[in-house]
């Protein structure tokens, strides 16, 4: 039911009722919520107090702010602790905490740009469809790549590409996990080409919305990180952590920001980050989790979700349903089930494909009666 905001103030049992509907209404979808990466398992009171107060992260959280009701503090140590994850010494790192996994990328390729004014972009097909968008935006030059049926790159395209425009900078949009099928682009192939073509500029975005919160606490991770050579990753907040509120992270080195800040101060401003006035909740709220849960909780966190996928494969191919998954992920692809269970559990089908996705709050159970759906 849709209703009408007027110019009177509405009664107040007809605004309790309003939200009282909304709150059953979301409860009851958080119960067969299967087809989306955010994680439904999450208590936030002990920050509670906070949104009681107009604060505001504006501006560079490495720098000082005028606005004193911010949380940067708090920022900066999150951020400090995804170096670690993502592999790369806090002192050479920066970044901030963003509304998302698209800011995020956006970040990065606005920061490629930045660095490189006449590259080409590349990305596959496979890629989040706001990285489209993004380049478009930045008024970028970009070759959309082919995929493989895996959802990784197709890197003999990639090559091809590369070598016919080997004469200017190469900006290269990996994706660490791809939305459909979990898909990981090698890191290690990507720049092994770059330097087989011999092109010496060239920066590597990653975005790893939600194996960027997996494969820092899994034993054999396919590369994911700075080690990898990447120039900067993005990763959401609300996926695999779990928030109210869209929030992540974005990581760069801290050279990258300094080459293009600087021609931001000639105009008198720190001006690093994409959005001006920033959500201070965010921040908070990812530094209550990753305080909460240490290395050790995500590590047990990410172990029960992956048993949850290899559970999901058993049981949908125990029905003869052809499902699979990559290593380390818990994004489980099959064939696209009938509409009337895409509904019930708000799957994100793509053409001939569906997916689970096994966040923290899907159940063997659910998953039992997802397959019996299925299999109907
Ligand atoms: C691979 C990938 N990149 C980017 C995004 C966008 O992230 P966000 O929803 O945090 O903006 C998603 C979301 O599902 C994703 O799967």
């Given amino acids: 039911m849709t209703g009408k905001l007027g110019t009177d103030p509405l009664p ?77 010494n806090p002192d050479e790192a920066w970044g901030y905490v963003t509304s998302g996994g698209t800011e995020g990328n ?10 490189f004014p006449n590259a080409m972009f590349y990305f596959s097909e496979e ?3 706001s990285v489209l968008k993004n380049v478009r935006l930045l008024n970028a030059r970009y070759i959309m790549i082919k995929r493989q049926e895996s959802g990784e790159i197709d890197y003999d395209d990639l090559y091809d590409m590369v070598r ?63 080690d990898a050579g990447v120039d900067s990753v993005s990763v959401s907040g ?7 509120l869209p929030c992540g992270v974005v990581l760069t080195k801290r050279s990258h920001v300094e080459r293009v800040g600087r021609a931001i101060e000639l105009v008198g401003v720190r001006d690093t980050t994409l959005s001006g006035s920033r959500s201070a909740m965010g921040p908070l709220m990812m530094w209550y989790a990753l305080a909460r849960n240490g290395d050790e909780g995500f590590r047990r966190l990410v172990a029960g979700m992956l048993d949850t996928a290899e559970y999901a494969v058993g049981q949908f191919n125990e029905r003869g349903i052809p499902a699979w998954r990559h290593r380390n992920s818990v994004t489980v692809v099959f064939p ?24 923290p709050h899907v159940t063997r159970e659910m998953i039992d009666e997802l397959v019996s759906n299925c299999a109907a």
């Fill in 106 to 115: 956006m970040y990065g390729l606005y920061l490629a740009r930045e660095l």
């Fill in 238 to 244: 609300h996926k695999l952590i779990g928030a109210p």
């Fill in 336 to 359: 696209r089930p009938p509409e009337d269970v895409i509904r019930k559990w708000q799957m994100a089908p793509e053409g001939e494909v569906a997916h689970i996705i096994t966040m």
């Fill in 12 to 88: 107040q049992t007809e605004i309790q009722g309003r939200l009282d509907r909304l709150l059953e209404q979301v409860q009851e979808a958080g119960k067969r919520q299967v087809g989306y990466p955010t994680n439904q398992d999450f208590d936030y009171s002990a920050v509670l107090p906070f949104l009681s107060h107009s604060l505001n992260n504006v501006g560079d959280p490495f720098h000082s702010s005028n606005y004193q009701s911010n949380t940067h503090a708090f920022e900066r140590e999150v951020i400090n602790r995804f170096a670690d994850l993502l592999r790369i």
């Fill in 164 to 226: 016919v425009h080997r004469d200017v900078p190469a900006v290269i949009m990996a994706t660490i996990g791809t939305t459909m099928r979990g898909g990981v682009d090698d890191l290690d192939r990507i720049r092994e080409m770059l330097s087989d073509l011999a092109v010496t500029n060239s920066y590597i975005h990653a975005d790893a919305a939600l194996s960027g919160m997996i494969l820092p606490f899994v034993d054999d991770p396919q590369p994911f990180g700075f």
């Fill in 127 to 129: 890629t989040h469809y």
